[in-house]
């Protein structure tokens, strides 16, 4: 029998766990729990959900500690814009190229308020499955609102436990971040070229109870930074010290 | 630098790769690439997709593989309605609880022919990811259309390389599968309770070259199915025979 609880029945678009009879035997579905799968892992899955304004050094302090975490020989996997803007979040002129225009219109994520939400809403459910696939699981979006990260968090401890969340809090003055502008984006959105753009017209939230607040304009180095993350998952026992 | 070609601008909703001046050093970003991970993990990823009929024994049998690869020591992940029908693609009524009642029409998945796609899709997109993690990622869905099986097998293959994605065709009949009826699905559906139910109201497209096909109703149990499978995994490689 299926292990989860209060399963609601479905339809056919999911499947169901359930009692197969043969005409020899009858085999009970088991579920591998969490708990087998981390034992096989050799470790437990966590989340790191980075969070600041564009151009504040998430990503970069990200692949700095997926790459640390890595030589360490743990598990990980880094969800950013390159892996999900193409595919699970992609906008509608992507979806295009596959889908019709009403599937795109209604699925593909833009930039107004509604589009925002979904977009954290899929890589959070999206982070919880490889948190309980027993990986550290790193999560570099902008994720402005402190709605939308609290609802991961629940959704994150609900299925596993409290401490299976950290946010860090790459906390970059926009002045900086502006000045870096990488990408052209901060040009753009003072130009109006981009509706929305946080921090310039559209607010950011800051965490008021991050796990961890990185002041990533003080000179540190992404390693050096990456390395402040490190500590924290060796004192909170998800790495070994 | 970030390692992905041709990766296009984006906007302050997903994050970017850089190079960041700091006092000191130069740091550049290098994201931990799939090889990376594989070496890591120990294994190579690929997707095991699940197509049959509801009742067919999908999960069954996806479980009975996860266990038996477990036994193998080789790390996987399974999705299924479990873990996906109350996160990643829960039907409105679901994301109503936390969302209001717009958000909820426009991105939960009911039944209609685009919330199908988009439900192959959203699952087809994570399946991916988790294989570019370096698991052996399992899928169970009814999954009925060939465009949209045919759709992740490309992401798949194009993201990693051909022979990552092994359609798995559990072939029960469908008065078979009537017959065992475990959730009384059928039943519903017959009555006119479940629109569009794969088999009695909705086409399911069989696959034309599954790399498997499974005749599930001969009276061979789950686990002598789910070693065919690892048969399978490991004549193509995947696993050490």
Redesign the interface.
């Known amino acids: 029998m299926?292990t989860?609880p209060g399963?609601p029945?479905?339809?056919?678009?999911?499947?169901?766990?359930?009692?197969?009879?043969?005409?020899?035997?009858v085999?009970h579905?088991?579920?591998?729990s969490r708990d087998?799968?981390q034992r096989?892992?050799g470790q437990r899955g966590c989340v790191v959900w980075f969070t600041g304004?564009?151009?504040c050094?998430?990503?970069?302090i990200a692949?700095?500690l997926?790459?640390l975490l890595?030589e360490r020989?743990?598990?990980?996997?880094?969800?950013?814009?390159?892996?999900?803007?193409h595919?699970?979040c992609a906008p509608p002129e992507r979806l295009l190229a596959?889908?019709d225009e009403?599937?795109a219109r209604?699925?593909g994520?833009g930039?107004g308020a509604?589009d925002?939400?979904?977009?954290i809403?899929?890589i959070g459910?999206?982070a919880?499955?490889?948190a309980?696939?027993?990986?550290i699981t790193l999560s570099?979006?902008?994720s402005?609102y402190i709605r939308d990260r609290q609802?991961v968090r629940e959704?994150v401890e609900q299925a596993g436990q409290a401490g299976d969340f950290l946010e860090v809090f790459v906390d970059t003055p926009l002045e900086v971040c502006e000045q870096?502008d990488?990408?052209?984006?901060y040009k753009k959105?003072r130009a109006g070229l981009?509706p929305n753009?946080?921090?310039i017209s559209?607010p950011y939230e800051a965490p008021e109870q991050p796990e961890l607040r990185l002041a990533a304009g003080d000179?540190?180095?992404?390693?050096q930074l990456a390395s402040e993350i490190l500590r924290q998952l060796e004192a909170r026992g998800i790495l070994q010290a």
């Open positions: 299926s989860t399963r029945s479905q339809s056919s678009r999911g499947d169901e766990s359930s009692t197969h009879e043969s005409p020899h035997i085999w579905d088991h579920a591998v087998e799968r096989a892992m304004l564009s151009g050094g998430k990503s970069t692949n700095a997926d790459q890595l020989g743990a598990k990980t996997f880094l969800l950013d814009g390159d892996n999900i803007r595919g699970l596959d889908h009403a599937f209604r699925f994520l930039f509604e925002r939400e979904e977009n809403r899929r459910s999206v919880q499955l490889f309980a696939a027993g990986l570099a979006f902008v402005p609802r959704l870096r990488p990408k052209g984006l959105a981009i753009f946080t921090g559209d000179g540190r180095t992404p390693p």
